[in-house]
């Protein structure tokens, strides 16, 4: 649970996102979200298939812009930004961790780890350090030459969640990152977040469907039909 | 630093499909080979043109009769007269006489070291037996060798006393000697040989044996080359029944001119008076300077021309190349979603695939530039010449293969810039 005095780094007020589909139609997606995460909050949203997590999630971590509605993250009008700021903040203040993985082909992971970093300026050795240090934290550390097609599903997401962690982002957002692996190696990349919440003090939104890993958190938000029909606190304390 | 690692990057994208890369490359290969390998071949042509017009002369001024045309120019642009000699219309007051040369040489004595008059009796054959050599025969006066420096091997040159008692002797080259006395100098050196030109026989007794040069020009075998052979200017008229007078000689210029050119014009002057009241001919002058760069501009312009066709191949594999962007970056539409979330920008993006494109180019232009040059360098030596390289062209070459890569690389790299991210990262 937050704790009082803890600032709100995501404050998302009455956010809707209709898509463009043929001329005539026009597909509203989300019907006004109001939702507010605190710095280091534990948060998951949950909802059936279809419901908008992930479009919530795209505009949450900067990747796209609200048709209607506001949204501040850490101080920043993320709606009234401009291309360059938004790959400025995706850079800086949030780390990706997709279902599909998203590692760059023919690159290893270690290359991998280093792209935020590379973008962000930082020099050789810096990342070439860093890149190694989260590697080995998230056990990735005897595989770090490994190109990505040679890696499991699951390594590959540690190694993904190793990138999201490059430039030291308060914010992780998570889009079922477990989707794709069987339940123990879910477990090992659960894990690993929990461990990023408790240790390193990361915001974290998460997204599953799972009901077990959602309780999990301290927090859960049921999206239905592009609106938030439930919020209830998860098991997790602190 | 970023660059670097676009360079990297783009190095490893094209290793990893060497074949779609290859292919790609062709183009450019191409079209950058053939036109270095035109260049290599034009360079040497030209180094092989001035070293040869070099040697026959850098004081030498030609001056000669050349026919007034409507938008007649007195511009000395070289190699213009010389055929005019042979045109039925000359008659023999348009010649020039012994007596201008003569106060030609009084009034600029200080300037002039020699007069050089040649006129040419005709190409022929010497033949005894199996043995035969080509000449072509030119009478020459004394000072003839003043301007032509040759190598004298054996003997002497054609001498005053021939020309005054019109002797029946010749001045041969050591090919002849070659080719009719099995190189025998000292056993050619008085010998007669009798001179088939245009079916009329001629005899001649050999005084001098000089050491023939290759020119860049000669395409021959070495057997039937046809080398110079000198006889007195003036049995040469009489043999060839000639008019009185020269449609052209060479002023062999003193030292003490620094400006050869402006002599040249000066030469044209002395004689406008000559040839004011004349309807038909002028004169005009020659020096191997302009010669050597009307050949150049010569050459220079066929080069462009054929290069210019040459590089349409270009424009053709730029398209390649273009074309190649696009498909790589439809391919990678999940990876340049990546990156965006990653934080790349617009600009990295367009970077990374413009240095891709580059590379790919530059790869290809290098090895155009290889293939060209080793092209080019093996039919310049098959020519005769020596392969020389071309240097501004290979720079040229390397900076368009840059500029191509630029151009037909900025389209797609833009259209990967974009890229709206969550379209990258959702795409199939
Ligand atoms: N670019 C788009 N254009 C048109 N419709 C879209 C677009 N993106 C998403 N949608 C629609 O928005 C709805 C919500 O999609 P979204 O991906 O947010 O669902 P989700 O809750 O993440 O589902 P899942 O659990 O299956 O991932 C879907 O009906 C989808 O078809
Ligand atoms: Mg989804």
């Given at each position: ?53 992930s ?42 961790v ?51 097609d040679?890696?499991?599903g ?17 914010i992780?957002?998570a ?19 929990h ?9 974290i ?33 602190c | ?20 890369a ?9 079209g ?33 009769l ?83 420096k ?102 062999v210029?003193s ?28 004169i ?16 220079r ?25 696009l ?23 367009k ?34 010449y020596?392969a ?17 890569g ?5 389209y797609p ?16």
């Open positions: 649970m937050p704790k009082k005095d803890s600032n709100t780094v995501i404050q998302l007020s009455h956010i809707v996102k209709r898509f463009f589909v043929g001329k005539p139609n026009e597909l509203e997606i989300l019907h006004g979200i109001d939702l507010e995460v605190k710095e280091g909050e534990f948060l998951s949203i949950v909802g059936e298939s279809g419901s908008g997590k479009t919530l999630m795209n505009i949450i971590g900067a990747l796209d812009k609200p048709t209607e509605g506001g949204y501040i993250l850490d101080g920043t009008d993320v709606c009234r930004a401009k291309d360059k700021k938004l790959s400025e903040i995706r850079n800086q203040k949030i780390g990706f997709f279902q599909t993985y998203n590692l760059v082909a023919r690159s290893t992971a270690l290359s991998n780890v280093e792209l935020p970093m590379l973008y962000a300026g930082i020099s050789k050795q810096e990342r070439h350090a860093r890149a190694k240090e989260l590697l080995e934290m998230v056990g990735m550390g005897e595989r770090m030459t490994h190109k990505s040679e890696l499991s699951g390594q590959k997401q540690r190694v993904a969640i190793a990138r999201a962690m490059a430039n030291n982002p308060s992780i957002l889009d079922e990152p477990t989707g794709s692996l069987d339940s123990k190696t879910g477990r090992v990349i659960m894990d690993i977040f461990r990023l919440h408790h240790e390193e003090g990361k915001t939104v998460f997204i599953t469907h799972s009901p077990e890993l959602a309780k999990e958190t301290q927090r859960i938000v049921t999206l239905s039909d592009g609106m938030i029909a439930d919020e209830r606190k998860g098991d997790r304390v | 630093m970023l660059i670097w690692e676009n360079i990297r990057l783009a190095f490893s994208s094209l290793l990893a499909s060497k074949m779609r290859l292919l790609t490359m062709l183009g450019i290969i191409i950058i080979g053939s036109v270095i390998a035109i260049m290599t071949i034009s360079s040497s042509l030209t180094n092989a043109v001035s070293t040869s017009f070099q040697e026959m002369g850098a004081n030498n001024v030609t001056v000669g050349k026919e007034r045309s409507e938008d007649s120019t007195s511009t000395r642009s070289g190699m213009n007269f010389g055929s005019s000699n042979k045109t039925a219309s000359m008659e023999e007051s348009d010649r020039i006489t012994e007596d201008m040369i003569d106060a030609l040489k009084t009034q600029m004595k200080d300037q002039i070291d020699a007069v050089a008059i040649s006129e040419s009796l005709g190409s022929g054959t010497i033949k005894d037996g199996s043995d035969y050599a080509n000449i072509a025969v030119e009478g020459v006066n004394e000072d003839y060798f003043a301007s032509k040759l190598k004298l091997l054996e003997g002497r040159h054609i001498k005053a006393a021939d020309l005054s008692g019109s002797k029946n002797v010749i001045m041969v080259s050591d090919k002849v000697v070659e080719n009719m006395f099995e190189g025998d100098k000292s056993k050619a050196l008085s010998e007669k040989i009798n001179v088939n030109i245009n079916s009329e026989y001629y005899s001649y007794y050999i005084v001098g044996i000089y050491k023939y040069e290759e020119t860049g020009f000669s395409s021959s075998t070495e057997e039937d080359v046809t080398t110079s052979a000198y006889i007195p200017l003036t049995t040469a008229k009489e043999q060839a029944r000639a008019d009185e007078g020269y449609s052209q000689f060479t002023v210029t030292t003490d001119v620094s400006d050869v050119s402006a002599f040249a014009d000066s030469i044209e002057t002395f004689f406008l008076p000559y040839y004011m009241g004349n309807k038909d001919y002028q005009t002058t020659t020096t191997m300077e302009s010669m050597t760069e009307s050949m150049g501009d010569m050459i312009t066929v080069t462009i021309a054929i290069a210019f066709i040459a590089g349409i191949s270009l424009l053709v594999g730029g398209i390649g190349v273009m074309n190649i962007m498909v790589s970056i439809t391919e990678r539409t999940r990876e340049i979603g990546t990156r965006k979330a990653l934080g790349a920008k617009n600009s990295s993006i970077l990374q695939f413009i240095t891709e494109s580059v590379i790919l180019c530059l790869v290809g232009g290098i090895f155009g530039i290889i293939l060209g040059f080793t092209l080019g360098a093996v039919a310049a030596t098959l020519l005769g020596t020389a390289v071309p240097f501004t062209a290979i720079l040229v070459a390397v900076g368009f293969s840059m500029m191509i630029i151009f037909f690389g900025y790299a833009n259209k990967a810039a974009k890229l709206h991210p969550i379209d990258a990262l959702r795409y199939e």
